[in-house]
Nanobody, 124 residues
């Protein structure tokens, strides 16, 4: 069983930065690709980024390329999402999830484990 606890969300102005953390507990966490989904108000959950189990391969949704950086520290069982130059449309609940990276950008099905999410609000 793998469990996630997300943190780091909050209120930030457009153009600002935030770093989200996803702390994993349970065995075999470093065997999974882990990434982030976002659910904006009134919209479906969508994949934002994913990092391979080793951390060597990363993938991003087109909407966040150049602004977001995903990374992981397997020694700390933690995955990070550095978000820069934030836009209002990035507002939403950000969820950590484990599953094949290629599934992150085809809806939100197929994930093996989910966190409960952390709210990011980008507003002036």
């Amino acid at each position: 069983q793998l469990q996630f606890v997300e943190s780091g969300g909050g209120l930030v102005q457009p153009g600002g930065s935030l770093t989200l953390s996803c702390a994993a507990s349970g065995f075999t966490a470093d065997l999974y690709a882990i990434g982030w989904f976002r659910q904006a108000p009134g919209k479906e959950r969508e994949g934002v980024s994913c990092v391979s189990s080793s951390g060597s391969v990363t993938n991003y949704a087109d909407s966040v390329k150049g602004r977001f950086t995903v990374s992981r520290d397997n020694a700390k069982n933690t995955v990070y999402l550095q978000m820069n130059n934030l836009k209002v449309e990035y507002t939403g609940v950000y969820y950590c999830a484990a599953g094949p990276c290629f599934l992150f950008f085809n809806g939100d099905t197929g994930m093996d484990y989910w966190g409960k999410g952390t709210l990011v609000t980008v507003s002036s």
